[in-house]
C-alpha cells in the first residue's frame, strides 16, 4: 500500500508563485514515474506534468514555461514547483504514482486576479 499526501496549496494572487509537494510512504517511489493532475469546478481531471523515474519530464502545453516538476528520491518527494500563476490555475491539485495508480488526497491552490 502506498499513500500519497499533498501539501503547498493556498490562495495566491495572480503572478504569484506556489510550490506543491507530494510525499509518499513505501519503498517504490525511486522506480516510479510519478505526475500531477489538477481538477477544476465542473471540469474533468487534467494532466500537469509527469516525470520518470529517470527525471525525464512532460508538460500540459498550459503551464509549460511557468511550472517545474522535480523529485527528491531521498525524501520520498515530487515538488510542482509553479510560477507565473494565472486565475485558471484554480483547480485541486493531486499527485499520481503511476503504474500502480496511486492518487494523493488533493490539495486546493485558488489565484485570484
Known amino acids: 500500500q502506498v499513500q500519497l499526501v499533498e501539501s503547498g496549496g493556498g490562495l495566491v494572487q495572480a503572478g504569484g508563485s506556489l510550490r506543491l509537494s507530494c510525499a509518499a510512504s513505501?519503498?517504490?517511489?525511486?522506480?516510479?514515474?510519478m505526475a500531477w493532475y489538477r481538477q477544476a469546478p465542473g471540469k474533468q481531471r487534467d494532466l500537469v506534468a509527469l516525470?520518470?523515474?529517470?527525471?525525464?519530464?512532460n508538460y500540459a502545453d498550459s503551464v509549460k514555461g511557468r511550472f517545474t516538476i522535480s523529485r527528491e528520491n531521498a525524501k520520498n518527494t515530487v515538488y510542482l514547483q509553479m510560477n507565473s500563476l494565472k486565475p485558471e490555475d484554480t483547480a485541486v491539485y493531486y499527485c499520481?504514482?503511476?503504474?500502480?495508480?496511486?492518487w494523493g488526497q488533493g490539495t486546493q491552490v485558488t489565484v485570484s486576479s
Open positions: 499520481k504514482l503511476l503504474g500502480l495508480g496511486y
Open positions: 516525470i520518470s523515474s529517470g527525471g525525464n519530464t
Open positions: 513505501g519503498s517504490i517511489f525511486s522506480s516510479s514515474a
